[in-house]
């Protein structure tokens, strides 16, 4: 049976709060196969607590409103659970006042005020779509997200299919992964992934509450497949971590060059030196430079 509403809670937005960032976030997929997104919602099948469920954000000027229906037997009501995710996912937890205090005055970059960075529902989407993602552009990466959920095959009874959690991708073979379209070397990762954060030995939620960064990075570049731009990339989408370097990133280095008005392309070093300059806020300077490109009308930001 659906849960209606089983678990609802209201948070408080800040005055400057960018709604339509979010919302542009998860309506990536043109088939909504996911995620259902119109002018003030947003609808996300998610796992939660190994049951589908479907996350519903109504946005209003000053607060939004979410709702968690859990398909199946009642489970425990976990208000608090919820609004931490919320909050993660809206970027509230992001300290972005300090950032815009330090860089309004910039002679190049004039911070966006209220920009935050929309995070992933959980760590291990935000883990595994930038394994997705690698070297690939985002239109490619959507449609690949798409087949690997549909392989996952949890739906909630809302019509909504569900990003699945690690329990549920560790169920799929690697034949099946690479039947969604991974290479081998993406489905090995992913398989890899799924088994290590299903035994806790990657212990992704725990991570949120302390974010011992070195540690994260030093587990995950054990795992083959994953590589420095994955790390900070998993770092940023799922946990909210604003200083990873993503000078990997062809949008970032194409924004970049934009920026500075060169002429010829941005290398890797590069921007890996401009960036350095902004710590602790490398990260967020990448989300500042993406939508530098997207509001010039450049979609093809690598996973971004």
Same mark, same amino acid.
């Given at each position: 049976?659906?849960?209606?509403?089983?678990?609802?809670?209201?948070?408080?937005?800040? +005055?400057?709060?960018?709604?339509?960032?979010?919302?542009?976030?998860?309506?990536?997929?043109?088939?909504?196969?996911?995620?259902?997104? &119109?002018?003030?919602?947003?609808?996300? @099948?998610?796992?939660?607590?190994?049951?589908?469920?479907?996350?519903? /954000?109504?946005?209003? #000027?000053?607060?939004?409103?979410?709702?968690?229906?859990?398909?199946?037997?009642?489970?425990?009501?976990?208000?608090?659970?919820?609004?931490?995710?919320?909050?993660?996912?809206?970027?509230?937890? *992001?300290?972005?006042?300090?950032? %815009?205090?330090? $860089?309004?005055?910039?002679?190049?970059? =004039?911070?966006?005020?209220?920009?935050?960075?929309?995070? #992933?529902?959980?760590?291990?989407?935000?883990? !595994?779509?930038?394994?997705?993602?690698?070297?690939?552009?985002?239109?490619?990466?959507?449609? /690949?997200?798409? +087949?690997?959920?549909?392989?996952? @095959?949890?739906?909630?009874?809302? =019509?909504?299919?569900? $990003?699945?959690?690690?329990?549920?991708?560790?169920?799929? #073979?690697?034949?099946?992964?690479?039947?969604? @379209?991974?290479?081998?070397?993406?489905?090995? !990762?992913?398989?890899?992934? &799924?088994?290590?954060?299903? %035994?806790? +030995?990657?212990?992704?939620?725990?991570?949120?509450?302390?974010?011992?960064?070195?540690?994260?990075?030093?587990?995950?570049?054990?795992?083959? @497949?994953?590589?420095?731009?994955?790390?900070?990339?998993?770092?940023?989408? =799922?946990?909210?971590? /604003?200083?990873?370097?993503?000078?990997?990133?062809?949008?970032?280095?194409?924004?970049?060059?934009?920026?500075?008005?060169?002429? %010829?392309?941005?290398?890797? %070093? $590069?921007? *890996? +030196?401009?960036?350095?300059?902004?710590?602790?806020?490398?990260?967020?300077?990448?989300?500042?430079?993406?939508?530098?490109?997207?509001?010039?009308?450049?979609?093809?930001?690598?996973?971004?």
């Amino acid at each position: 049976m659906q849960g209606e509403a089983d678990q609802v809670c209201l948070i408080e937005l800040p +005055r400057n709060f960018r709604t339509s960032d979010i919302l542009a976030f998860h309506g990536r997929d043109p088939l909504s196969l996911a995620e259902r997104v &119109s002018a003030d919602t947003l609808q996300k @099948g998610l796992a939660w607590q190994g049951r589908a469920a479907c996350l519903t /954000l109504r946005f209003h #000027s000053r607060h939004v409103e979410a709702e968690l229906a859990i398909d199946g037997a009642a489970v425990q009501h976990d208000a608090a659970a919820l609004a931490a995710m919320v909050r993660r996912m809206l970027g509230l937890t *992001q300290r972005i006042d300090d950032f %815009e205090r330090s $860089y309004r005055m910039h002679p190049q970059l =004039g911070p966006r005020p209220g920009l935050r960075v929309p995070l #992933s529902s959980t760590p291990f989407e935000a883990l !595994t779509w930038a394994v997705v993602g690698q070297q690939i552009s985002v239109i490619a990466a959507v449609a /690949l997200r798409r +087949r690997l959920i549909q392989a996952a @095959g949890l739906v909630h009874s809302s =019509g909504l299919a569900c $990003y699945p959690d690690a329990r549920r991708l560790a169920c799929l #073979s690697e034949a099946e992964l690479r039947q969604a @379209g991974l290479s081998r070397t993406k489905a090995q !990762t992913l398989s890899v992934l &799924s088994r290590l954060v299903q %035994e806790e +030995r990657l212990p992704l939620e725990t991570w949120t509450e302390t974010l011992p960064v070195d540690e994260i990075r030093a587990q995950l570049l054990r795992v083959r @497949g994953v590589g420095p731009w994955t790390v900070n990339y998993a770092l940023l989408r =799922g946990f909210g971590w /604003l200083d990873g370097s993503l000078h990997g990133d062809a949008a970032v280095r194409r924004g970049l060059q934009t920026l500075l008005g060169e002429t %010829e392309i941005v290398t890797e %070093e $590069y921007a *890996q +030196r401009w960036l350095a300059g902004f710590s602790p806020w490398r990260a967020l300077i990448a989300a500042h430079l993406w939508a530098m490109r997207s509001s010039d009308g450049d979609s093809g930001v690598p996973s971004g």
